[in-house]
């Protein structure tokens, strides 16, 4: 013991680590009535640090090149020591991920977080939910397998209704005419570079915001349910009878994410193919369609609505009007109450959009 | 400002698009045109479409002989075409390709009746819409237009354990294939047993079938159980448990904190 409390002084001395302790024990406090739906944010960073681990290891081994891609993942599959593990858990986490995304967005819309201070948490937060989708739909194509390639084929062709730009917008992402060989070069530096970059600085934006502003109470077990936020100055939101954010929170973190990994476990192990169904394991072959070609399920709801209108154009259009509502819910809700009861058209129209993007889901699915 | 101008077009000359590359399918003109044909001529390009050769990708010229890829030379007899190939010539054509069964076949009864009212392949595996061979092509109907049906019998039995272990295989296969476990090496193993299984028949020996079939169904026993994957889901079944005892120890300790 005594060995330890030297290294800790020893550490102590040279980068103040008792200070920045003591500040997460005593002065960075939580609310009170903090819920376990605030720690799916750390769930959120322990998924995305398992698919940079993950993804760094089938990097090892993976080989972007149409002829052997998919030979590659199958060696990783078959031939290294717990590659089909370190796939599976890539594969599923990034579905995961996406649930985790969606269910942190929820959380935040129907405890009114979103609110005025917190209209830039909110934005970061959608766009780290559309870069978490890029970075899902440029890694789908990466095992150049039957699906992949022509649920890529499918998805990059509906750029193509854009007026103008559509058919120039398809050939700079294909590479070419046709998803091929640059196609995968392109979609290969977008998934290992550009995008996970693009995720770590707005993760590193998202939680400066939120350590700027403090943690926002939620809006459960208090008689005034409003947002406090005056707008007039800059304020750290504190609170003085809050807990501490170490060990409480921390502890309440760490139920979340075994909870987590649980269910991922549950998943790889157990029920893998609801993820990976059997034609991903067919190599792609440009010139043999599959009868039913259908995206992930994350993308169910946007394949659907393009099917519900007669041109693609106007899919599109309702999908962006869509996004961009979102997108700028904060700024369009400018209400003050918080709590979901008390503010009904909210909940009810929220939980109709929830409940229709499900339904477009399963419809998507069975279409 | 130039840098920043050289920047930008070298970004742009990266992601403009290179010129297309796409493999072109060549056209094969013998089933371009028999299958635009009706009755008796475009029948056998739409019997083909539909056979194991056209799946493999061997196609007319492979028995007729000539240039499916040259239109104006196809049928040209200078491009070795060749017509209908006559009866006696089908042993030595099929046998270009199945050349361990021509040779079981040359040596039969089969073969020694050729040129004398004996069968040839398509007798039994019919000409264009030649499909995997089965243990059922050995029937009543295709046997007893020149014979009697007893030894066939005979044969056919005792092919029928092999070609079940076979079958099984075959299926079980799939299943790993569905699990996404690589199967070439064990595909081509079991191409290689069917084969040998298959090309038997053509000895019409049944001493030397039952011989032969005994040490292959002892060689297809070795891949009973391939792929098991009861350790895989035991191991999963223990982590999840962690997992969850982790997510309990944790709150158990929470709990006391709070």
Redesign the interface.
């Known amino acids: 013991m005594d060995f330890l409390k030297q290294l800790y002084d020893w550490v102590d001395v040279r980068f103040g680590v008792r200070e920045v302790v003591d500040e997460k024990r005593s002065g960075h406090l939580l609310p009170p009535n903090i819920n376990a739906w605030y720690s799916l944010g750390s769930v959120l960073l322990v998924i995305f640090c398992l698919q940079i681990v993950t993804g760094l290891l089938l990097m090892l081994y993976y080989v972007p090149d149409i002829d052997k891609a998919f030979g590659s993942v199958a060696f990783i599959m078959e031939e290294i020591p717990l590659g089909r593990l370190i796939r599976l858990f890539h594969a599923v986490g990034s579905s995961m991920m996406l649930l985790v995304i969606l269910l942190h967005m929820f959380s935040v819309l129907f405890m009114g977080s979103y609110k005025a201070p917190r209209e830039l948490h909110w934005l970061t937060g959608f766009f780290l939910l559309l870069l978490a989708m890029g970075i899902s739909l440029t890694g789908y194509l990466l095992p150049w397998n039957q699906l992949s390639f022509w649920a890529t084929t499918v998805a990059t062709d509906c750029v193509s209704s854009i007026p103008f730009v559509g058919s120039d917008l398809v050939e700079l992402l294909r590479g070419g005419k046709q998803v091929g060989f640059h196609t995968l070069g392109r979609f290969y530096t977008l998934h290992v570079g550009l995008l996970p970059a693009s995720i770590v600085v707005m993760i590193g934006t998202h939680l400066f915001l939120i350590r700027r502003t403090g943690v926002s109470t939620p809006p459960f077990g208090l008689e005034d349910t409003t947002n406090q936020w005056q707008g007039d100055k800059f304020v750290c939101k504190d609170h003085p009878d809050g807990i501490p954010f170490f060990p409480n929170f921390v502890l309440q973190d760490l139920i979340s994410i075994s909870l987590y990994l649980a269910c991922l476990m549950m998943f790889v192990f157990f029920f893998p193919n609801l993820f990976i169904p059997s034609t991903s394991y067919m190599p792609a072959n440009p010139l043999v369609t599959p009868s039913h070609i259908k995206p992930e399920w994350y993308f169910l709801a946007n394949y659907q609505t393009l099917k519900l209108f007669p041109s693609e154009i106007v899919g599109l259009t309702v999908q962006a009007i869509a996004m961009t509502f979102l997108a700028l819910l904060p700024f369009i809700d400018r209400g003050t109450e918080k709590h979901p009861l008390k503010r009904p058209t909210f909940t009810l129209t929220a939980i109709g959009c929830i409940l229709l993007w499900i339904g477009l889901t399963i419809w998507g699915l069975y279409s | 400002m130039k840098q920043l101008l050289f920047a930008f077009l070298l970004v742009l000359s990266l992601?403009?698009?290179?010129?297309?590359?796409?493999a072109v399918?060549p056209v094969d003109v013998c089933v371009t045109c028999h299958g635009a044909l009706s009755a008796r001529l475009g029948m056998p390009a739409k019997l083909w479409k539909a056979s194991i050769h056209a799946e493999h990708g061997v196609s007319c010229n492979a028995c007729h002989g000539g240039d499916p890829m040259d239109g104006a030379n196809s049928m040209s007899p200078a491009r070795g075409f060749r017509g209908v190939p006559i009866a006696t010539e089908i042993p030595t054509i099929c046998g270009g390709c199945h050349m361990g069964i021509a040779k079981y076949n040359a040596a039969s009864p089969h073969g020694k009746a050729l040129g004398r009212g004996g069968p040839t392949c398509v007798t039994c595996h019919g000409s264009h819409g030649v499909v995997k061979a089965t243990i059922d092509q050995i029937n009543r109907k295709n046997c007893t237009p020149c014979h009697g049906f007893e030894s066939a019998w005979e044969i056919r039995n005792a092919m029928l354990k092999t070609d079940g272990m076979l079958k099984a295989i075959e299926d079980r296969i799939i299943e790993l294939?569905?699990?996404?476990?690589?199967t070439d090496t064990l595909e081509k193993r079991l191409f290689a047993l069917r084969n040998q299984s298959h090309s038997l028949f053509h000895t019409l020996n049944i001493d030397l079938i039952r011989q032969e079939s005994a040490h292959l169904q002892a060689e297809l026993e070795k891949n009973n159980g391939i792929g098991n994957t009861g350790t895989?889901?035991s191991?999963?079944?223990l982590?999840?448990g962690w997992?969850?005892l982790?997510?309990l120890l944790?709150?158990l300790?929470?709990k006391n904190?709070?």
């Open positions: 992601l403009s698009a290179p010129p297309a590359t796409a399918r294939k569905n699990q996404g476990i690589l895989g889901l191991i999963g079944a982590a999840v997992a969850l982790a997510a944790f709150y300790i929470k904190i709070d």
